[in-house]
């Protein structure tokens, strides 16, 4: 079977054929943020004829909430366009059927098979912050398919507004697009030596990239900022812990898989927020192509869950 396999995620847009579960080709292309409500399904097409030959099915993951029945995306919190239709129009442009899903939910479902884990949650930790969970088996969907949205709980109920538009988001304080502005509330309140990488945040002008550096570099600032965000990601981590239980925590993300240090540290805070036993962490095997094998399964391996919500 020849599937289209997408990702759709805030920065970067892959998509690649696979010949069943092999990979083909692949394309990689930042995520359009202008343009009008069909710009998103447009660039999907034209990368997939760029790609080459007819295809049976496609898999479309997302970053965003969606409505599964329909296959349109409700909120893309880091994402202009917001929201806009890919079931419908794909299945006219590809001449396939479409399946769209939450990015996190596909990449669970990968790893769930790939591991033969039956109680396990991917998160990822990157332009924003996300999750997929499955449990005793049973991949978790909800009544719209958004049973699994961990970057929105609430940790400061007082906190700044999150790109979904709630307040005190995890998503809002330590995802790769909130570093920013985080280390830039930091900076002002900072009163300790006024190193590089305060000067940058001060500005707004940091990237995660520059923070981490500078970090390793032992810019005390920066190493502020690093512990604050690690609190931060611990007790997200802790709490996902303890609302599902499972036997491994696979985590992906460019914040992650690009820096094995900063998941240490925290790892080292978790135990001051975790209730339940701690599970296994990992680091995802398929690096930045785990949204890709991950729809590609959700295809060949169809989910029970997604069948029972999609009977109808």
């Known amino acids: 079977m020849k599937i289209l396999a997408v990702d759709v995620g805030g920065t970067y847009l ?11 080709r692949k394309i990689k292309t930042r995520t359009p943020i202008t343009g009008g ?4 399904a447009e660039e999907i097409h034209r990368l997939a004829v760029e790609l080459g030959g007819e295809v049976d099915e496609v898999g479309v993951a997302i970053a965003g909430l969606i409505d599964i029945r329909r296959g ?16 419908m129009p794909l299945e006219k442009m590809l001449a396939a059927p479409v399946l769209v899903l939450n990015d996190c939910v596909a990449a669970a479902w990968g790893e769930h098979i790939s591991r033969s884990v039956d109680n396990l949650v991917y998160l ?14 049973n991949l978790l ?10 970057g929105h709980i609430t940790l400061d109920y007082k906190g700044r507004r999150c790109g979904c538009g709630g307040k005190g988001h995890w998503e809002a304080l330590a995802s790769g697009s909130s570093i920013p502005l ?6 002002s309140k900072w009163r300790g030596e006024k190193t590089r990488a305060w000067k940058l945040a001060s500005n707004g002008e940091i990237s995660p990239p520059e923070l981490f550096s500078l970090w390793r570099d032992e810019d005390t600032f920066a190493e502020e900022v690093v512990l604050e965000l690690a609190r931060i990601n611990a007790a997200g981590i802790s709490s ?3 609302v599902y239980d499972p036997e491994v925590l696979v985590m992906g993300g460019s914040i992650a898989l ?17 209730t339940n036993r701690m599970p296994l962490v990992d680091l995802t095997r398929s690096g930045e192509d785990a949204v890709l094998k991950g729809i590609t399964l959700s295809i060949l391996r169809r989910p029970r869950t997604l069948d029972f919500l999609l009977k109808d």
């Open 72 to 87: 349109d995306v409700i909120k893309m919190p880091n994402n202009p366009i917001r929201s806009f239709p890919l079931k």
């Open 240 to 242: 996902v812990v303890n």
């Open 141 to 150: 969907l909800g009544k719209d398919g958004n049973a699994h949205e961990v």
């Open 14 to 24: 892959r998509i690649a054929l696979f010949e069943d579960r092999k990979l083909m």
């Open 182 to 187: 985080f280390s830039k509330e930091l900076a």
């Open 258 to 274: 690009n820096n094995r240090d900063f998941v240490e540290l925290i790892l080292k805070e978790v135990k001051e927020y975790i």
């Open 124 to 137: 990822t930790l990157s332009t924003g912050i996300g999750a997929g969970v499955v449990v005793n088996g």
């Open 37 to 40: 409500r069909l710009e998103i």
